[in-house]
């Protein structure tokens, strides 16, 4: 199984298996000097564990991150950063019936066909526990990026049907880890929590839709042919399990606007830097030619609902070719939105670190400070 590893100068391969003996991830091209320690990385596995509120999966982690390389004396060596998070709330007993019957809408099918075999448990490698791995190593991109005074912030948007009305950032720093939905509006958080509620008392599931937005990114990020700022998100976004779909800016509303909507007048603003140059309106959201302009990036992804439902479905049974239905056990979440958000940022910030160290705004060997 290739295609473990993401990004070109900050470098990720995560591993492991959702029933297996645990998780991880390996940060190749992290500089020197950073500082961390697993609280850094625990604040983040912290927002993608589950089994936290009533619309998440039951499964209970403590996901307790370990770190067994790359950091010496509370800094970063620039040598490779390994992190391991052991499985401890592991049951596999409910997948056994599922071994050679796919899941509907899951991998399982697709992993059986092109392997022959595969670790059925819990999903194993197709699993969202891989994710894991992501969310450890996003916090250390995020960590990077702050010193560069980047920020990446993500939040519900949509689910089940239900619309949150339009937001400020600073609402979004403010609300959205204040509800179990992650939307930033409270009264569109209780009415997407009452139709997960209505879902899932019918063994079904809901989607919706997740936005991630980068301020402070600086203009020129990006390289602008095959490795667009642009394609480097889609790529990250769609890499996740369960999203169908990824918009940058207006996205699908460009193909309805004429190019007097879709273009955003450009003008000059005074900052305590002299003149400097911004957009009116941010529909391009933050990227032009695959360069970043210096406007906030707007990334959102369409997430899909969770395929393992306890309603009826049919399937096959593979080892002897005959159709039958099943209703999945297990412990699922029953809608995927709140739990993508740490996991899109991660995205969006380790995109974001590998581009500007390829840009030369980060410096691929030491941080800044590291001697002072
Ligand atoms: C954070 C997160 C949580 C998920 N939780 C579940 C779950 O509880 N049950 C499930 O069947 N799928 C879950 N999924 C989705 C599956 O991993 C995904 O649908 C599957 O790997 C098939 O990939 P595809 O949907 O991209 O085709 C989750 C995905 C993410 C990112």
Request: glycine share 12%; aromatic share 4%.
């Amino acid at each position: 199984m290739s295609g473990n590893t993401f990004g070109t100068l900050f470098r990720i391969t995560t591993w492991g298996e959702s029933h297996g003996y645990g998780v991880g991830v390996v940060i190749d091209g992290c500089p020197a000097g950073l500082p961390l320690d697993e609280a850094d990385i625990q604040k983040e596995l912290d927002r993608r564990r589950p089994g936290q509120s009533n619309i998440t999966t039951p499964r209970k982690e403590e996901d307790k991150a370990e770190i067994l390389s790359g950091v010496f004396s509370g800094k970063t060596t620039g040598a490779p950063i390994s992190i391991m998070i052991k499985n401890k709330d592991v049951d596999s007993s409910k997948y056994e019936e599922l071994q050679g019957t796919p899941r509907p809408g899951h991998a399982d099918l697709t992993y059986e066909i092109k392997y022959g075999f595969r670790d059925f448990r819990g999903g194993g490698r197709s699993s969202a526990r891989e994710t894991i791995g992501r969310v450890a190593a996003g916090a250390v991109a995020k960590k990077i990026l702050a010193r560069f005074g980047v920020e990446v912030l993500g939040h519900v948007v949509e689910l089940g049907g239900i619309r949150a009305r339009p937001v400020s950032i600073e609402e979004i720093r403010e609300n959205t880890e204040k509800n179990p939905i992650r939307c930033a509006d409270p009264e569109a958080a209780g009415e997407m929590q009452a139709v997960v509620h209505m879902a899932k008392s019918e063994g079904d599931s809901v989607g919706g839709i997740v936005e991630i937005l980068a301020p402070g990114v600086p203009a020129g990020v990006g390289e602008p042919v095959f490795d667009k700022l642009s394609a480097e998100f889609a790529k990250g976004l769609m890499s996740i399990g369960a999203v169908k779909g990824v918009e940058i800016g207006a996205g699908f509303r460009s193909a309805l606007m004429r190019g007097s909507q879709m273009n955003d007048p450009i003008t000059l603003k005074e900052s305590t830097y002299g003149r400097k140059i911004s957009m009116l309106t941010n529909n391009a959201g933050g990227i032009l030619g695959g360069i970043s302009n210096g406007e906030i990036i707007v990334c959102r992804i369409a997430v899909k609902p969770t395929p393992s439902i306890s309603k009826e479905q049919c399937t096959v049974d593979m080892s002897n070719m005959s159709e039958k239905t099943i209703k999945i056990k297990g412990r699922h979440d029953p809608t995927i939105p709140p739990r993508i958000v740490p996991v899109a940022e991660a995205m969006v910030a380790l995109v974001l670190v590998d581009q500007m160290m390829r840009g030369g705004f980060i410096n691929t060997s030491i941080l800044g400070d590291s001697y002072s």
